[in-house]
């Protein structure tokens, strides 16, 4: 079973750090490509970084200079580093990752709530 726990979401003031983790099981780690997604309430899911299993990365142009996507390939984890932090990154934060066995399944972690005071 496919399974993505989220954690190290919390409250913070406006300027400062985070930094998220996403511990994978089920998956063939180190050919994964892994995406952090972030959704506010009554909004759409929106992508925040993906990183390949080559350690290729790409950011949401929100977040371009202050988070930073990498990976631990011993450790099954890919973590989000989130510096700067605004008001406007107050929402869930969701890993996310994929496989293909002749279908593509997706796959999401429960979610980890962060709040970025002002």
């Known amino acids: 079973q496919v399974q993505l726990v989220e954690s190290g979401g919390g409250l913070v003031q406006a300027g400062g750090s985070l930094r998220l983790s996403c511990l994978a099981s089920g998956i063939t780690f180190s050919v994964a490509t892994l995406d952090w997604y972030r959704q506010g309430p009554g909004t759409q899911r929106e992508l925040v970084a993906t990183i390949t299993s080559g350690g290729s990365t790409n950011y949401a142009d929100s977040v371009k200079g202050r988070f930073t996507i990498s990976r631990d390939n011993a450790k099954n984890t890919v973590y989000l580093q989130m510096n700067s932090l605004k008001p406007e990154d107050t929402v869930v934060y969701y890993c996310?990752?994929?496989?293909?066995?002749?279908?593509?399944?997706?796959?999401w972690g429960q979610g980890t709530q962060v709040t970025v005071s002002s």
């Open positions: 996310h990752t994929y496989r293909v066995r002749s279908l593509r399944y997706d796959y």
